[in-house]
């Protein structure tokens, strides 16, 4: 009963971060909002035992810091560094993903985070924001199979606010 609940705070925090970091006016207060709330996703995946999307949250998390060194003049040495570390960071998913498969929804969590991943690399604030909630579609079918509600809560409210 108390792990359960602990499972539902967690996606609780989580939550809050995918209903606020839409609204953010800046590219950077979106991946801050971003940042401080993956850690609530990455618990509630990890006391339920769901290692693929768990390990790709961490990875996204990291994925969204070096994302913010992005911010700057394309030919700038900080911004060429953070593009060459960006593309080597992507390869962990594939692996990551192939170490702790569990079935379809590890799928479906690998294509949410390889578009949430391309969405990061954006600087233009308006593709950033699409492809981000792009990444809803994949992370719905995952989190559908998995059964998570906050998670879910979190997918539709973006799909809905993409629309929008």
């Known amino acids: ?20 970091w839409s609204f953010a006016r800046t590219r950077r207060a979106m991946l801050t909002v971003q940042i401080l709330t993956a850690p609530g996703f990455f618990l509630h995946w990890a006391l339920q035992g769901h290692w693929t999307a768990a390990g790709l949250n961490v990875l996204t998390m990291l994925l969204a810091l070096i994302s ?10 900080g911004v060429r560094a953070a593009r060459s570390l ?6 962990p998913v594939a692996a990551l993903t192939a170490w702790s498969w569990e079935g379809w929804h590890s799928l479906f969590a690998a294509l949410g985070t390889t578009v949430a991943c391309c969405g ?9 924001r699409t492809l981000i909630l792009a990444c809803s579609v ?6 559908l199979a998995v059964g998570s509600v906050p998670a879910m809560v979190s997918d539709l409210f973006l799909m809905g606010r993409g629309a929008w």
Request: net charge neutral; proline share 6%.
């Open 86 to 91: 960006y593309i080597v960071a992507l390869l």
């Open 1 to 20: 009963m108390v792990a359960d609940m602990l499972i539902g705070l967690c996606g609780a925090w989580g939550l809050a971060g995918s209903l606020t």
């Open 120 to 128: 990061r690399w954006q600087t233009d604030k308006a593709r950033f």
């Open 138 to 143: 994949p992370w719905f079918a995952h989190n």
């Open 68 to 77: 913010a060194a992005l911010d700057g003049p394309p030919d700038s040495r």
